[in-house]
Each structure stands twice: as structure tokens, then as C-alpha cells.
């Protein structure tokens, strides 16, 4: 697979590379034939109904005008509109039984299989082989060609994950450390603020209360893939000490985990998110699979967290390029389409559901090198309709300042600004990414915000390099530069979207905390609540623009202004505007 890692290393002077936009299908050779009776597990996606109904009935339980708003429904409720009729998934079950499929779990929508090796290579008209990774010896089974679904179920099947697609496994980071017996000082690069963020440095911008009243069944979840699957404890007991807040709680893990290992985008997503949603309960969910396997796996979970966060993402178009994702025989479009349904199962269940808007600027992942041909590119899951999509911004130079008194603040300068732009290269070592979907067209709850940008003053690429009617992103944005985080005992600081999406995550889990002590439900899908709430709930950002990636500046991209813009949305949040308007809903 080729999804990105949304983070970029920044220590002291240096700067290293985005960790894993490597694309490295191809660092997997293929080797032996696999063994006949090695056991394949793969799901099978079924064809769903009533996938109209199921969108209206989000957005009217999500519009807070509306008498439904909170209404919430159960998966299996969600499940008797969309699901295929009993009869046809029986179909499917019959036939996977009659081939020797075993461990069959029907999920009505989805069918978890397992089988051997030459059953599926029968069943799917495929050979199966065993693929070894050069830097990993890992091995893994996957076929030589794209699987076939079987003519006697071809009507019903949308799509089968599993048997095809290639990980991508991504490469060891490579992080300067500071050392915190040392007084340092990192010299100011360009326009932004020097110092580092910690917790404090972000309740004090948005106004978040410490020591909140805390529902206990308010929760985060942050979501990892590819072979991410570690954040260390003892990292979490010296983070809390060394940035003066609550030890984070982490009381969930679903997925492989392994604590030896810490891994650098798990560790900041865990200790930001959980710092900022305080004493909220913390899941850390590890994903083998890319989104459907998250999405339907999530959408089936029970009990569930309230809000996930998601820092992770490659361009729409390029989700079925060899080696992304499962739909291979299908199309990149379509696998943004089923995933998107699971995404509206996971809103109407009540859940919020959070996505960095890219690390890449509006060149993005799909045009790194700021190639003309296509200039612009969008990003998956950040481009959703059915996710939050959210950017980030840096401290610059103000008039106002803050001081920290946390312990790291005497070794190392904490930031001390209270003005934020646009993070962007070269003043910080990512550039947010921002834009419009390639697939999903502008969404109601967004029309008005949006055209009124498409009519600003603000500088727009020429129209063949984006689809002007598609839905915009990001939503909302939160600080993304010069995060302190540690890692393996160590201090890093890291930049990227990555950091601002788990922290809009902890803020979500505050507003949650409020609305279950009042016994109201939880915010769910959150973007209509985000267009209505009316901008005296934000702190628009209008200095900067996307232009840039880290290796390159494109002639193309957005630009922020008054009001919303494709760069930082909605602009960061203000935190008891959101309490007071939360309090006042259902
Ligand atoms: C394969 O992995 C190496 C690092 O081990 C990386 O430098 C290279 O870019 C990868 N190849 C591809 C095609 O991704
Ligand atoms: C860290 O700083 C202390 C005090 O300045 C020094 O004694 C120690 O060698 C440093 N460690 C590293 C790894 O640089
Ligand atoms: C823009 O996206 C819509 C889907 O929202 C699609 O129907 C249309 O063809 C796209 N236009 C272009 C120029 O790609």
C-alpha cells in the first residue's frame, strides 16, 4: 500500500524527510508458489441498498435545525435499510461454504472469509504466491494477477479485499533527539515562532478548560495503518511530567500492538489526542487493511469510540493504483464510494470521524514534485464529504505572548505567540494540504461557505486543475508545526497535519463530555454543526497559502482569506464559543 505518513521530523536544525511517502510496492518480490493449504482470510464486500435513504437520514440527523438532530441509529438498524436481502447473502454463504470456505462471519453488508490457498485460487481464477519484502523480511500471500469474483455471485459481490493488494510497510524513522539536560534554543526559521508546542500552548490559543468535567464515557480513538501499531507507556509517564498534564489513559487497544518499537506518528497521535480530551477514555486501534478494512470494521464495533482521528491519506485517484488499496478489477472512484458509505454508517452511528488534510499542500502526494501536467491532487480519506477534514497552522510573530511554566519550558523555549497562519513551507516543513475532491460533489451543509470563497478576491487556479463543484476541504484546521512529543524516552518535534487532527479530535471529546453528563447525545457527523455555527466560533486564518510542497513551490494552489478558503477552512476553533453553542442544541 501507499498511504502516507502524515508527519514530518523536525529536530534542532534538521530537517528529515517525509518518513513514508515512499511508494514501495515494489520493494515486495515475489518468490515461491504459496503452500496449497496456507489459510487466505479476505472480505467480501457486498452490493448494499437504499444507499439514498441511508445519506438522507444522516444529513438530517446530523443538521442541528433539524427535530432529528442526535438521532442516532444502531448498526443494525443502519444495517436493515442497506444490507442486501437475507436471502442473497445467504447466496453468497451457500456458495462460499460449498467451495470450503470456512470461518464465515456474516456482517450482512460484508462477509469475513478465510480459505485455503488453492480454494482461492480456484475460486477467484487467480495463482497465489508468496511475496517477500526487502526490508522487512516480512512475507506475505497475495496472488500474481487481479482476482476474478466467481460468475455465481458476480451480482452480488462489490468487491473482495485481501487476496490482491500489496502492503506498503513504511520505513524507520530517522529523528534528531533533543536532549533535555541541554538548554536549546532552535533558532527562528523564517516567519514562524521557534518554540515548541505543547499541551498548554494549545488550550491557552483555544481557550480549553483544564480539568474539564470529563465524561468517563467520552472517548478518542486514534487510528493507525500500515505497520504502525506502538506508542510506549513509559513514553506517556515522562510526556505527562515533562509537559505538566493528566498521565493519558489509553484503556482500548484493538489491533496488533507492539510497545517495544514506539513508532513516531502513534506516539504524537496518543499523546496530543489524549492530552487534549484530558482524563477522556483513549483508544489506540491498529489497522491491518487500508479504510474499508477500518471502516467496516469500525461501523461492526461494539461498544465504539465517540471520535476517531485519522492521520493518514494518499490522493482519490490513486487509492486502486497497484498496491494502495483492495479494489483491484475495480477503480479508485469506486473504492471512494463504498468507503464513503461506511463513513455515513460510522456518522449515523454517532460517531465523529477526523482526517488530516495532507501534508503536501494543494500539490499534495499526487504531484509532489510540482509537475504541471497535474498540478493539484486531492487526498483519502482527507477529501470525504463523511470526514472532518482538518488543516493545520503555525504560530507566527504577535503582539501578545504566552508563557509556559511546564518543566520542558526551562530546557527548551516553548512557543510563546498567540497569531496563527498558514503552515507552509519553508517556515515550516509541511505545507497543509487543501482543495477539492476529485469524486464527491459539494455537499448542502458547505454550499454557501464555498461559493462564497469561489467569489472572493483570493487567487484560484485555473478551472481544468480542480473541480470547482466538488466538495472543498479542509473544515477546520488546529496548530501543526513544532509539536514536542516523546518518543522511545526521548523529545521530538514533529510538524504536520497530523498533529492538528488529533487535537481537534481531544476538543471534539470535550464537546461529548458536556452533551453525555447532560444526557444528550454525542456530535456524530460533525460538518453540517461546523457551517452553522457561525464564525465568532472561529479564529479565521487569513495569511498564507498551499502552494508549496517541501521539495517545491507550484505556480498553483489556494490561497487563505476572509471567511472560509480551501487552505484552513473554517479557520481553528474557539473553544467556549463551541461549548456555548453545543449547549444550546438537543
Ligand atoms: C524500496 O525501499 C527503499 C528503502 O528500503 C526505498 O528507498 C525505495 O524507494 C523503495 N522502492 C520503492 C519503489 O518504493
Ligand atoms: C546531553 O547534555 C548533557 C549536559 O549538557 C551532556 O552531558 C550529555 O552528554 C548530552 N547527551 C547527548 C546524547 O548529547
Ligand atoms: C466534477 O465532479 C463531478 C462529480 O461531483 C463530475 O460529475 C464531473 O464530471 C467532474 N467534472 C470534471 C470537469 O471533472
Excluded at 266 to 275: H, N, P
Amino acid at each position: 500500500m501507499k498511504q502516507i505518513l502524515l508527519l514530518i521530523l523536525l529536530s534542532c536544525l534538521l530537517a528529515v524527510p517525509t518518513l513514508s511517502n515512499v511508494r514501495d510496492s515494489s520493494n515486495w518480490t515475489r518468490s515461491q508458489k504459496a503452500n496449497p493449504d496456507h489459510i487466505v482470510e479476505f472480505r467480501m464486500a457486498l452490493k448494499q441498498r437504499n444507499l439514498d435513504v441511508l445519506e438522507s437520514t444522516l444529513l438530517d440527523a446530523s443538521n442541528p435545525k433539524s427535530p432529528n438532530y442526535g438521532k442516532w441509529w444502531t448498526n443494525d438498524q443502519i444495517l436493515d435499510l442497506i444490507a442486501p436481502e437475507q436471502e442473497n447473502q445467504l447466496k453468497v454463504i451457500n456458495y462460499l461454504k460449498s467451495i470450503g470456505c470456512f470461518n464465515i462471519e456474516n456482517r450482512r453488508d460484508m462477509i469475513k472469509v478465510s480459505a485455503d490457498v488453492s480454494v482461492v485460487e480456484k475460486m477467484f481464477s487467480v495463482r497465489m504466491y508468496t511475496y517477500v519484502h526487502n526490508r522487512k523480511d516480512q512475507i506475505i500471500v497475495r496472488s500474481s494477477t487481479d482476482y476474478i469474483i466467481p460468475s455465481e455471485i458476480k451480482s452480488l459481490v462489490h468487491m473482495v479485499t485481501g487476496i490482491s493488494e500489496l502492503p506498503h510497510l513504511k520505513h524507520g524513522p530517522k529523528a534528531h533527539k533533543i536532549n533535555l539536560s541541554d538548554i536549546r534554543v532552535k533558532p527562528q526559521v523564517g516567519k514562524s515562532d521557534p518554540g515548541i508546542v505543547i499541551p498548554s500552548t494549545i488550550q491557552n490559543l483555544y481557550g480549553i478548560p483544564t480539568g474539564f468535567d470529563n465524561n468517563p464515557d467520552s472517548s478518542v480513538c486514534l487510528a493507525e495503518f500500515s505497520d504502525d501499531q506502538s506508542f510506549n507507556k513509559a513514553d506517556l509517564k515522562t510526556f505527562a511530567t515533562q509537559t505538566a498534564t493528566p498521565l493519558i489513559n489509553v484503556d482500548h487497544i484493538v489491533g496488533p500492538f507492539d510497545g517495544s518499537n514506539p513508532d513516531l506518528e502513534s506516539t504524537l497521535d496518543v499523546q496530543y489526542g489524549g492530552a487534549v480530551a484530558e482524563t477522556a477514555s483513549v483508544w489506540f486501534w491498529t489497522v491491518k487493511g487500508w479504510m474499508y478494512e477500518f471502516a467496516s470494521d469500525l461501523a461492526a464495533s461494539s461498544p465504539f469510540p465517540y471520535v476517531v482521528s485519522m492521520s493518514w491519506g494518499w490522493p482519490e485517484p490513486l487509492q486502486c493504483e497497484s498496491g494502495i488499496a483492495n479494489c483491484k478489477g475495480g477503480t479508485s472512484e469506486d473504492y471512494v464510494n463504498r468507503v464513503n458509505v461506511e463513513f455515513q454508517k460510522i456518522g449515523l452511528m454517532g460517531i465523529t470521524l477526523l482526517a488530516a488534510s495532507g501534508d503536501q499542500g494543494a500539490p499534495g502526494d499526487g504531484a509532489p514534485d510540482c509537475s504541471t501536467k497535474n498540478p493539484l491532487s486531492t487526498i483519502f480519506p482527507g477529501a470525504s464529504p463523511w470526514v472532518t477534514s482538518v488543516g493545520a497552522t503555525m504560530l507566527v510573530a504577535s503582539s501578545t505572548s504566552f508563557t509556559d511554566n511546564a518543566p520542558v519550558c526551562s530546557k527548551q523555549k516553548c512557543a510563546s505567540s498567540t497569531t496563527e497562519a498558514v503552515c507552509s513551507y519553508p517556515d515550516a516543513l509541511i505545507t497543509t494540504g487543501g482543495g477539492f475532491s476529485d469524486y464527491s460533489p459539494m455537499p448542502e451543509w458547505q454550499q454557501d461557505a464555498v461559493q462564497a470563497y469561489l467569489k472572493s478576491s483570493a487567487a484560484f487556479p485555473p478551472h481544468q486543475y480542480f473541480n470547482i463543484s466538488n466538495r472543498a476541504f479542509p473544515d477546520i484546521s488546529a496548530l501543526g508545526h513544532n509539536y514536542y512529543i516523546i518518543a522511545g524516552g526521548s523529545g521530538q518535534i514533529v510538524d504536520g497535519t497530523s498533529c492538528s487532527s488529533p487535537v481537534i479530535g481531544g476538543i471534539v471529546s470535550l464537546l461529548n463530555s458536556y452533551r453525555l453528563n447532560n444526557k444528550k447525545p454525542t456530535l456524530g457527523f460533525l460538518n453540517p454543526l461546523l457551517y452553522q455555527i457561525g464564525s465568532s466560533a472561529y479564529t479565521d486564518i487569513t495569511t498564507g497559502n498551499n502552494y508549496c510542497t517541501e521539495s517545491c513551490c507550484s505556480k498553483y494552489g489556494f490561497q487563505a482569506t476572509k471567511g472560509y478558503d480551501a487552505v484552513t477552512g473554517l479557520g481553528t476553533p474557539i473553544f467556549k464559543e463551541f461549548l456555548a453553542y453545543v449547549q444550546g442544541l438537543n
